[in-house]
């Protein structure tokens, strides 16, 4: 029988998984561990800076840009669905928590990692996402339940309603060893250049320290929001 996947990632958009956590990614591979990644929808919806000329082939970039990315990191499994990107709040919820909660079940990962109650950015896709994982692992017995990692930045959000919900980290890694494949990885998404820029501006320090929440056993529960 082989062993546990150790990190899964349940996230919304190609490029979620590169910025705050494929330096830990890479860590587990190289340690020999298995990791893997579901990704809600095709990031359709997004800028195009003169790469594509519709959604439908941002959509298919976005892919190739994924998998060279993924490629890099080492993410042994990925499952890629098509829910609408940036209308998830629009589909039923009960769709998207059974799309983690099978994949909980299936991989039986020692971790799960997604966005936080707030979204990090209240993005209305990432907080989706975050009430679709949450629901998927309050509905697992104990037995089946994996640690449920979110996404922590340092520093509280400057906006008052995302400051409401932020969890601060409790976790720390330091990453260094793999900066030079994870920048490598992040430019692997040409198309979000511009938010590649963003990040590093604001967030410099999270591209050798990756952070996160843990939660405990009994955790709180947020209403769905944004």
Same mark, same amino acid.
């Given at each position: 029988?082989?062993?546990?996947?150790?990190?899964?990632?349940?996230?919304? /958009?190609?490029?979620?998984?590169?910025?705050?956590?494929?330096?830990?990614?890479? !860590?587990?591979? *190289?340690?020999? #561990?298995?990791?893997?990644?579901?990704?809600? +929808?095709?990031?359709? @919806?997004?800028? +195009?800076?003169?790469?594509?000329?519709?959604?439908? *082939?941002?959509?298919?970039?976005?892919?190739?840009?994924?998998? @060279?990315?993924?490629?890099? $990191?080492?993410?042994? $499994? /990925?499952?890629?669905?098509?829910?609408?990107?940036?209308?998830?709040?629009?589909?039923?919820? !009960? *769709?998207?928590?059974?799309? @983690?909660?099978?994949?909980?079940?299936?991989?039986?990962?020692? %971790?799960?990692? +997604?966005?936080?109650? &707030?979204?990090? &950015?209240? #993005?209305?896709? #990432?907080?989706?996402?975050?009430?679709?994982?949450?629901? *998927?692992?309050?509905?697992?017995?104990? !037995?089946?339940?994996?640690?449920?990692?979110?996404?922590?930045?340092?520093?509280?959000?400057?906006? !008052?309603?995302?400051?409401? %919900?932020?969890?601060?980290? &409790?976790?720390t890694r330091d990453v260094s060893p793999f900066i +030079?494949?994870?920048?490598?990885?992040?430019?692997? #998404?040409?198309?979000?250049?511009?938010?590649?820029?963003?990040? $590093?501006?604001?967030? @410099?320090?999270?591209?050798?320290?990756?952070?996160?929440?843990?939660?405990?056993?009994?955790?709180?529960?947020?209403?769905?929001?944004?």
């Amino acid at each position: 029988m082989s062993d546990p996947m150790k990190l899964l990632l349940i996230l919304p /958009h190609p490029d979620d998984e590169v910025y705050g956590a494929s330096g830990t990614l890479m !860590e587990y591979v *190289a340690a020999g #561990h298995s990791v893997g990644l579901v990704t809600l +929808t095709r990031g359709e @919806a997004g800028r +195009t800076l003169g790469l594509a000329d519709s959604p439908q *082939a941002l959509g298919e970039l976005r892919m190739v840009e994924l998998r @060279a990315c993924l490629d890099v $990191i080492g993410v042994q $499994i /990925h499952e890629q669905h098509s829910f609408p990107d940036k209308y998830l709040r629009d589909q039923p919820l !009960e *769709a998207l928590s059974e799309v @983690a909660r099978d994949a909980m079940l299936r991989h039986r990962p020692e %971790t799960v990692l +997604t966005f936080p109650p &707030n979204g990090s &950015n209240g #993005h209305p896709d #990432h907080v989706t996402t975050h009430t679709a994982v949450k629901a *998927a692992w309050d509905s697992l017995s104990a !037995e089946d339940r994996p640690q449920l990692w979110y996404y922590a930045g340092p520093t509280p959000p400057e906006i !008052e309603e995302l400051r409401a %919900t932020y969890l601060p980290p &409790n976790i720390t890694r330091d990453v260094s060893p793999f900066i +030079t494949r994870k920048l490598t990885a992040i430019a692997c #998404h040409r198309t979000q250049a511009l938010s590649t820029v963003d990040f $590093i501006r604001r967030f @410099a320090e999270r591209i050798t320290h990756e952070t996160f929440y843990q939660l405990p056993a009994a955790s709180p529960t947020y209403p769905r929001s944004v």
